[in-house]
């Protein structure tokens, strides 16, 4: 499976982007999917995942209540509805599938930079 995420950019406190995972060389209604993301100077980190169907999101705390994760199976499109950006939420982010038993990722993509600024 090839991930490539699309939408980032540089944007003000409080504006909305919706960054695009598209997957190709397998079905993705296989696979669990999540976004994550690496702050400047820090470790990478899950900032929401979802099952194959869709049905069951997870959040971390930063982003709760702000990012909505979605897919569109049909499509093999994976996306991350960011709202009320924070400076904090400036990341690579990346979009990630197939995840083992162990909570790990088979697949990633290459990522993409979302700037916020106050």
């Known amino acids: 499976v090839t991930l490539v995420e699309s939408g980032g950019g540089s944007v003000q406190a409080g504006d909305s982007l919706t960054l695009s995972c598209a997957a190709s060389?397998?079905?993705?209604?296989?696979?669990?999917m999540a976004w994550f993301r690496r702050p400047p100077g820090k470790e990478r980190e899950v900032v929401a995942q979802i099952t194959p169907s869709g049905d069951t999101p997870s959040y971390s705390e930063s982003v709760k209540g702000r990012f909505t994760i979605s897919r569109d199976n049909a499509k093999s499109m994976g996306y991350l509805q960011m709202n009320n950006l924070k400076p904090e939420d400036t990341a690579v982010y990346y979009c990630?599938?197939?995840?083992?038993?162990?909570?790990?990722?088979?697949?990633w993509g290459q990522g993409t930079q979302v700037t916020v600024s106050s």
């Open positions: 060389g397998r079905p993705l209604s296989s696979y669990s």
């Open positions: 990630a599938a197939g995840m083992d038993r162990n909570g790990d990722f088979y697949y």
